[in-house]
């Protein structure tokens, strides 16, 4: 199994910063693809920020400038730092990872999406 353990999240005033961290552990092969979502109160989740398969970054246009993905791959880790935040970047952001795991000797699976608990963000006006 992969588990994603993130950090961050909070509070915040309008124009504010804040800097979530998410790292994945177990029985890791290989990560194809980690990055972050968000899921605003009646609204569907929706894509923030990703490295993609081939290592690129991919961003909302309502992120972009303000919102910087990065990641260490040695130690699986994603960050995104986010600044100028707004009330409509209010929501819960899910670290998400698609990934190959050992299942056994020789024997790797995947890949699969792996979502981490969620932390809340909340911008005030």
């Known amino acids: 199994q992969v588990q994603l353990v993130e950090s961050g999240g909070g509070l915040v005033q309008a124009g504010g910063s804040l800097r979530l961290s998410c790292t994945a552990s177990g029985s890791i092969f290989r990560i194809q693809r980690m990055g972050w979502h968000r899921q605003a109160p009646g609204k569907q989740r929706e894509l923030v920020a990703t490295f993609t398969d081939w290592g690129s970054t991919q961003y909302t246009d309502s992120v972009k400038g303000r919102f910087t993905i990065a990641r260490d791959n040695a130690n699986n880790t994603v960050s995104l730092q986010m600044n100028s935040l707004k009330p409509d970047d209010t929501a819960v952001y899910y670290c998400?990872?698609?990934?190959?795991?050992?299942?056994?000797?020789?024997?790797?699976?995947?890949?699969?999406?792996?979502w981490g608990q969620g932390t809340q963000v909340t911008v005030s006006s």
């Open positions: 998400n990872a698609k990934a190959f795991e050992y299942t056994g000797p020789a024997r790797i699976y995947g890949p699969n999406d792996y």
